[in-house]
């Protein structure tokens, strides 16, 4: 297998293409990276701990929101700040050593 998969390869690579990571091939920083993966880890965690308390609905309401902005904080949207995302996980009873291990856990 790992010969037709060189072979594969050798074949990709004749015609101009390369591998590599998603970082790698749309030029972020590792602090960029970085900041990207701990948004995906606190929208993964408020999904969870969501799911099991309230309605979008619900959420949005506690903390001054929409629902549409709670939906696209849970799918990890780019345009949802890291506030948003802190604010909801603590209105959803998430201490802030929970809020940081979320954060810790993301990035392994």
């Known amino acids: 297998m790992n010969i037709k998969k060189s072979g594969v390869e050798k074949r ?3 015609l ?3 591998d590599g990571t998603v970082a790698e091939f ?3 920083t590792p602090e960029e990276s ?3 993966e701990i948004k995906l880890a606190l929208s993964r965690r408020l999904r969870e701990r969501r799911r099991k308390r ?3 609905a619900q959420l949005a309401k506690k903390i001054q929101s929409s629902q549409s902005r709670i939906a696209k904080a ?3 949207d780019g345009s949802v700040s890291i506030e948003l995302l802190v604010r909801a996980m603590l209105a959803t009873g998430a201490s802030p050593k929970e809020i940081g291990k979320a954060i810790a856990d993301g990035q392994g």
């Open 34 to 36: 970085a900041l990207i």
């Open 74 to 76: 849970e799918t990890g």
């Open 12 to 14: 990709v690579r004749a």
């Open 16 to 18: 101009g293409w390369k």
């Open 54 to 56: 309230m309605t979008q």
């Open 26 to 28: 749309l030029g972020l």
